[in-house]
């Protein structure tokens, strides 16, 4: 283990102990486990102060001033995907010139850090003005109202690996090392893509879509066999193409089951 290169208030007082008594200086280090010439600058302060404590230091002077500390807080919270150059940049072109790194430690000391963002779908003004009608329209439902909703909705599960995007730790010049090579098939490793709903008084059967789900296999295999038998007033379904079939419709009036509007580019609901 190397040698420390600072000492504790209590460790400076005690150093300055053996020393008085006659103890040499790289015994005291030893003692300490520090470097000797940590006890000799102990020791040459002490004579010359009469103090263990260390002077206060003034660091490395600031290079920006609190405005433009502030221009750079704004940049960022203007700009989120700005980059530290670009504010570093943006901030030369009108007062100072710093480095990017100065512009990191600015915003990290106003608590912003880099972060990957959330994908999100893009929104029209259509978009959201669907979804503030539909939020206004369901806003006062009760309990009561939610439980004859069927929440359905496929799902698609890689068999291969996570989608996500997946790291691995490791040293200089083990990229190919056992364990830190990720395994996978050349040509996709396949999925398997799920159906299912469910309410606060049941829950359907788990069905396997085998092949691409088309409007009228949703009709017949889906909608028929497993949503009809619940016997829900609402149910509720994505926009996906299948759902939206004319075959589909057809079968929702006749089977008189209300179909819960979804607004597009919607999130799904967690019924949790």
Known sequence: MPPRRKLSDLDRGRAIGWLQDGVAARQVAQRLAVAPSVIIRLKQRFQATGRVQERQRSGRPRVTTQREDRFIQRQAMQQRMATANDIRQRLQATTNTVSGQTIRNRLHNFGLRARRPVRGTTLTANHRAARRAWCT??????????????????SRFSLESADGRIRVWRRRGERFAEGAVLERQRFCGGSVMVWEGIST????????VVVNLTGVRYQNEILQPLVVPALVRFFRMTNAPPHRSAAVNTFIQQA????????ANSPDLNPI
């Open 137 to 154: 329209q369901h806003v006062r439902w009760q309990r009561q109202q939610w439980a004859q909703v069927l929440f359905t909705d496929e």
């Open 256 to 263: 008189r089951v209300n179909r819960m509007l979804w607004p």
């Open 201 to 208: 008084r049941l829950r359907t059967p788990l069905y396997h």
